[in-house]
């Protein structure tokens, strides 16, 4: 982990710590520590399950690309995947960091730079398509309640929306359009010749139009195994469904256990669409606001909604940046290639 990111990091803790100090500010310190001495256990233990669950799915995901196209890879090294992502998502402007290092994690285990790109693109377009369909759901439930609460925050939904089906038309341009990419290329790299040689930059440029194309053959391979791909899909959508029932699950734990999980559901969707427009790492500050305007309703206790907000913030961004910590300090596997597992046979 670089300096750099070691500082985001320290900001994004300093951050979150002023917010939670913040949201306290009218809570008296008594009624905190007495409601948070009575929350139910159990139902605090489901929503941690939750996350570990969402992490989970998201390491079945990676192994099941990278089993049927490469050869054996370790569920040590798959869940060391998502975990990386949690990490630098986390201390990164609009989640930018999480890709790339995704791509350096899965070129340590010895997986080509081309194929590797080539999965995580698609399983990127795989996640995106599914929030795409959870947020169609969600705002035929909730969005007339979110206009009633906050008309402007609806704006940023629907903003949100639209970023995220641009980056799937974009991200599959990318895919299947080999013509495109290149083209895209060079104009990028138009610039670089005032500072590089020609020579250089040519040589460069042949050397990614090789990767382009590999990374085409991988795409059209990978979108032509139509049951492999329901299969991700499903795996997908049951990842983001349990990590939208975080919220419910901690309402339930505070106390409030009659409340609609349909709604509360749909709600926490319309927020994480909300989260992904803000360039704050983390989308700080308007999580926070976003789940306290939207939330109050549901939970009439102020010291209840902050103790919901801590515990929230905790358990879907805190929590996947501690244990993306842990997952750098572990040596993957090697992937086992398809022509070796065969000779030992």
């Not at 309640?145 to 995220?164: D, E, Q």
């Not at 999580?287 to 010291?303: D, G, H, Q």
Request: glycine share 8%.
């Amino acid at each position: 982990m670089s300096r750099r990111n070691k500082v985001a990091l320290f900001v994004i803790i300093l951050l979150g710590l002023g917010i939670f100090g913040y949201s306290l500010r009218d809570v008296k310190l008594g009624i905190l520590i007495h409601d948070f001495a009575h929350i139910h256990i159990g139902w605090l233990l489901v929503a941690i399950g939750c996350m570990l669950l969402y992490f989970g799915l998201e390491g079945a995901v990676v192994k099941i690309f990278v089993d049927r196209r490469m050869g054996h890879y370790s569920w040590k090294s798959a869940l060391r995947i998502p975990l990386i992502e949690q990490l630098f998502n986390g201390i990164t402007p609009m989640a930018s960091g999480g890709q790339p290092a995704q791509l350096i994690a899965m070129l340590q285990s010895g997986i080509d730079g081309g194929r590797a790109s080539s999965i995580l693109l698609m399983k990127f377009v795989v996640y995106q398509a599914m929030i795409v369909l959870n947020f169609l759901v969600a705002l035929l439930i909730g969005f007339h309640y979110m206009v009633a609460k906050m008309s402007y925050l609806s704006l940023f939904v629907v903003f949100g929306f639209v970023i995220h089906f641009g980056v799937i038309v974009g991200l599959l341009l990318v895919m299947f359009w080999p013509k495109f990419t290149k083209r895209a290329v060079r104009i990028i790299a138009t610039p670089l010749k005032f500072f590089v040689s020609s020579q250089w930059l040519t040589e460069n440029i042949e050397k990614l139009d090789v990767k382009i194309d590999l990374f085409y053959e991988e795409s059209v391979y990978i979108v032509g195994q139509w049951r492999l791909m329901l299969g991700v899909a499903a795996v997908t959508f049951l990842q983001l469904m349990v990590y939208y029932l975080v919220p419910y699950f901690i309402m339930n734990a505070l106390g409030y256990t009659h409340s609609n999980i349909v709604m509360v559901t749909c709600l926490h969707i319309l927020i994480v669409m909300v989260i992904s427009i803000f360039p704050i790492p983390g989308g700080s500050g308007g999580a926070e606001y976003s789940f306290t305007v939207l939330f109050s309703s549901f939970i009439t206790n102020n010291s209840k909604l902050v103790l919901a907000i801590v515990l929230w913030r905790l358990l879907t961004y805190y929590f996947g940046i501690l244990l993306g910590l842990g997952a750098l300090a572990i040596k993957p596997d090697k992937v086992q290639h398809h022509t070796k597992l065969e000779k030992e046979a």
